[in-house]
C-alpha cells in the first residue's frame, strides 16, 4: 500500500513538470462527420472526425427529424415532397416523392418497414427498398405517426382526427379531438398518449386515448 501510494505521488509529481502543450490531447466532441445539404438546411452528423462529403437535394428539412434504421440507415423528410434513405456514410440510397411537404418525421416498424406522412393527406407506408406498400387516405394532412406494440399505426390528421391502422394499412377507428393532434407515445398497455393544439392556443389538451379508440 506504501510503495502504491509512494508510486502515484511521484507519478503526479512528474506529470505536473510537462508542459500542457505535449500532453496528448483529448478528442474533440461534437466535431461534425458530415452533411446532407437539403437547400436552405442541411441534415447533420456530429461525431469525431472532418467533413466527408455533401450532397445537394434542393429542399428545406422542416420538423422532420430523422429516423434510424437497426442496419444505420438514416430517413428524413423534406419540403419538395420527397422521403430520402441515406447510408451512415451519408450517401444516397434512395429517396420517394410524395405528392406534398413532408414536415413529419418517419417511424420504423421492427420489420423495416417505413411509414410517413406527407401534406398531401396521405400516410405512407414504404419497405427498406423504398417501393410503397400501401397509402391511406384522410381529408387533411398526417402527423408523425406512432406504432403500438401490437403492429398498430397511429398518427394525427390536420382536420382534428387520432387515425388508428393495422399494419397493413387496414382502417381500425378514429377519435374525434377538434383540435390539431400529435401522437407522442404509445404505452405497454396500449394507451395512446397524444397532444393537441390550434395557433391561438386556445384548445391545447392532453389526451389518453385506449387502443379500442
Known amino acids: 500500500m506504501k510503495i502504491t501510494l509512494r508510486f502515484s505521488l511521484l507519478f503526479l509529481a512528474w506529470f505536473s513538470l510537462i508542459p500542457v502543450s505535449a500532453r496528448p490531447a483529448a478528442p474533440a466532441p461534437g466535431i461534425l462527420k458530415w452533411r446532407f445539404p437539403a437547400g436552405r438546411e442541411e441534415l447533420s452528423l456530429a461525431a469525431a472526425g472532418d467533413t466527408e462529403f455533401t450532397v445537394s437535394i434542393g429542399g ?10 437497426a442496419d444505420g440507415t ?3 423528410g423534406s419540403h419538395n415532397g420527397c422521403l430520402y434513405a441515406i447510408n451512415p456514410d451519408g450517401t444516397l440510397v ?12 418517419p417511424v420504423i416498424d421492427t420489420d423495416g418497414t417505413v411509414y410517413i406522412g406527407s401534406d398531401d393527406n396521405y400516410l405512407y407506408a414504404l419497405d427498406p427498398q423504398g417501393r410503397q406498400k400501401w397509402r391511406h387516405h384522410a381529408a387533411s394532412w398526417f402527423s408523425s405517426p406512432a406504432l403500438g406494440a401490437d403492429g398498430s399505426l397511429y398518427a394525427g390528421t390536420g382536420d382534428g382526427y387520432l ?22 407515445a404509445v404505452g405497454s398497455d396500449g394507451t395512446i398518449y397524444i397532444g393537441t393544439w390550434l395557433y391561438d392556443q386556445s384548445h391545447n389538451m392532453f389526451y389518453a386515448v385506449n387502443p379500442d379508440g
Open 74 to 76: 438514416v430517413y428524413f
Open 60 to 69: 428545406a428539412i422542416e420538423y422532420s427529424c430523422p429516423a434510424i434504421a
Open 163 to 184: 387515425y388508428a391502422l393495422d399494419h397493413d394499412g387496414t382502417f381500425k377507428w378514429r377519435f374525434r379531438t377538434g383540435k390539431y393532434p400529435k401522437v407522442g
Open 94 to 105: 434512395w429517396q420517394f416523392w410524395t405528392g406534398g411537404k413532408i414536415m413529419k418525421s
